[in-house]
């Protein structure tokens, strides 16, 4: 199975997942293996999954979906990589850029109470190891049929974000749609091509809108860290750990799914139903300890800097800094989902190190969580099937999605929207609300 995860995206504690090696044959490779069967986690998918995910992966349900084909995105992942998420197709505007990202739209294939909807809420999200992963969903719909492989047709949720001149959202709409990649990236190849100044305007556009991004994120106290990557290499009967620094064009790549996190989260709040991606404050006492490690590290940290502008000071090449941006993680834990319905919003709502609502929308194929549907004002959203796991919940939550979407009978205009530029509320069009099933 491929083994290149993807880049981590903003999740209370941002993680860099290990790779392994020319280690085929070792004992370290038995070992991981007994670890997954220690930890009694699935070597496969039943077979009654299976069949119902190759019967979906010939039929999806693509009633009412936009036909969005003339638009030609493209893909940027690790190499290797064949589940494909997102696509993405940036341009200018008169007043500013528009992103126009395409999502994998899980529920196209993956019908409320069925077989694989039942066994991606059974794992919860993609699990990986140095030596491969456990997915999801069964490779037939997340590696094939479901996504966005260049040159295929798939259904998709497409957003609409249209941004100003210094990168800031002025609307964001989204709806479901047909899209197909042009191109499957990697990031060194696009950084590659961007500092070499032979990108076309659609892949240079990434490094403009995430510098913009990056400038609107520091302004709201937002933070990210740019973790090494690390990887396990064998040697000689030996292990040794080896780390590699993020290219810029990872982090202008995730700002673009922090954008859509950020604007699907708008939609939430002004719908007054949805999940929200929180993160609490860190304590005192965190910073505190983190000070210290600074100082054992030989890292200036002035007492009258932030922590924030620490972090975005530091150089992930350089060994030192990479081993403080390791223990700057532990100032992100307790991240958690937070349902709400009512227009009820939690407390705290907020995503500490994004500082500002956030939910996760971006990565269905990997995550239960982040799977979505749209739903147009004239569709009844009727409840779950009498039996299923959801049946009698009150709202959506990381194990009971509640009311269930329906596809309209006919593609409409943009059917759902959301303005953060000057106003904390808006009335749209229709809504969109975040299912962790479909």
């Not at 009654?48 to 979906?56: G, M, S, T």
């Not at 126009?100 to 077989?115: H, I, K, N, Q, T």
């Not at 300890?289 to 150089?315: F, G, K, N, Q």
């Not at 299923?388 to 990381?398: A, D, I, V």
């Amino acid at each position: 199975m491929p083994t290149a995860p993807p880049r981590p995206t903003l999740d209370g504690m941002p993680r860099r997942h290990l790779h392994l090696t020319g280690a085929d044959g070792t004992p370290l490779r038995s070992a991981l293996s007994a670890l997954r069967t220690g930890l009694g986690l699935p070597a496969g998918f039943p077979p009654a999954v299976l069949a119902e995910a190759a019967r979906a992966a010939k039929a999806p349900d693509v009633s009412g979906h936009l036909d969005a084909t003339d638009l030609p995105f493209l893909t940027i992942d690790p190499p290797g990589s064949t589940d494909l998420d997102q696509a993405m197709y940036l341009e200018r505007r008169p007043h500013g850029f528009r992103v126009l990202y395409a999502v994998a739209d899980v529920a196209a294939f993956v019908r409320p109470g069925s077989e694989p909807d039942a066994e991606a809420h059974r794992r919860v999200t993609t699990l990986y190891f140095p030596d491969g992963r456990i997915p999801l969903h069964p490779p037939v719909l997340s590696e094939g049929a479901a996504s966005l492989l260049p040159g295929e047709t798939r259904p998709a949720a497409l957003w609409r974000i249209d941004l100003d001149t210094e990168g800031r959202t002025v609307t964001a709409e989204v709806r479901r749609a047909l899209v197909r990649s042009r191109a499957k990236l990697d990031y060194a190849g696009v950084q590659r091509q961007i500092d070499a100044g032979t990108a076309e305007e659609p892949l240079a556009l990434l490094r403009v809108i995430g510098l913009l991004r990056q400038q609107q994120e520091t302004a709201r106290g937002g933070i990210s860290l740019d973790l090494p990557e690390q990887e396990i290499v064998a040697r000689g009967g030996a292990y040794g750990l080896e780390y590699r620094a993020p290219v810029p064009a990872e982090s202008w790549n995730a700002q673009i799914s922090l954008l859509t996190g950020m604007a699907a989260a708008a939609l939430m709040r002004d719908s007054g139903t949805g999940i929200l991606r929180t993160l609490p404050v860190a304590p005192d006492g965190a910073v505190a300890r983190l000070r210290r490690s600074a100082e054992a590290l030989r890292i200036d940290w002035p007492h009258h800097v932030p922590y924030a502008e620490v972090v975005r000071s530091l150089d992930p090449a350089k060994s030192s800094h990479a081993a403080f941006l390791q223990e700057c993680t532990t100032l992100l834990r307790g991240a958690g989902y937070s349902v709400f319905t009512h227009g009820d919003l939690p407390v705290p709502a907020v995503h500490a190190a994004v500082a500002e609502l956030y939910t996760h929308c971006t990565a269905p194929l990997r995550r239960c969580a982040a799977s979505s549907t749209v739903t147009p004002p004239s569709c009844a959203s009727p409840p779950p099937p009498s039996g299923s796991p959801r049946s009698g919940c009150c709202g959506p939550c990381p194990a009971c999605p509640g009311r269930w979407p329906r596809a309209p009978a006919a593609p409409t205009p943009w059917s759902a929207r959301a303005s953060t530029s000057s106003r904390r509320r808006c009335s749209g069009t229709g809504s969109a609300r975040s299912s962790t099933g479909t």
